[in-house]
Nanobody
Framework: QVHVVESGGGLVQPGGSLRLSCGTSGSVSSIWRMAWYRQAPGQRRELVASITNGGITNYADSVEGRFTISRDNANNTVYLQLNSLKPEDTAVYYC?????????WGQGTQVTVSS
């Protein structure tokens, strides 16, 4: 069992920055990939960024060059740095932990980009 908790969302103006954090606990040694997804109202959940245990990262085209995913293995934490934010980045951001047998999700954190 893996427990996932996100934090760091909020309201920010266009062009601003935020850093999201995702803490994990429990059977963290079973996780082979961490990822951030987001879901805007009326939209399906989409993959934003991911990072494997080997440090391989992947980004959605819409955030490439603006968002950065990183991990702190010592503290079982993954971060998502969001720069140059746009109104269309507004969504609930979810952290995902993938193991061999199933995915674990956090409760989500709201990011709102508005002037």
């Amino acid at each position: 069992q893996v427990h996932v908790v996100e934090s760091g969302g909020g309201l920010v103006q266009p062009g601003g920055s935020l850093r999201l954090s995702c803490g994990t606990s429990g059977s963290v040694s079973s996780i082979w990939r961490m990822a951030w997804y987001r879901q805007a109202p009326g939209q399906r959940r989409e993959l934003v960024a991911s990072i494997t245990n080997g440090g391989i990262t992947n980004y959605a085209d819409s955030v490439e060059g603006r968002f950065t995913i990183s991990r702190d293995n010592a503290n079982n934490t993954v971060y998502l740095q969001l720069n140059s934010l746009k109104p269309e980045d507004t969504a609930v951001y979810y952290c995902n932990a993938k193991t061999q047998y199933r995915d674990y999700w956090g409760q989500g954190t709201q990011v709102t980009v508005s002037s």
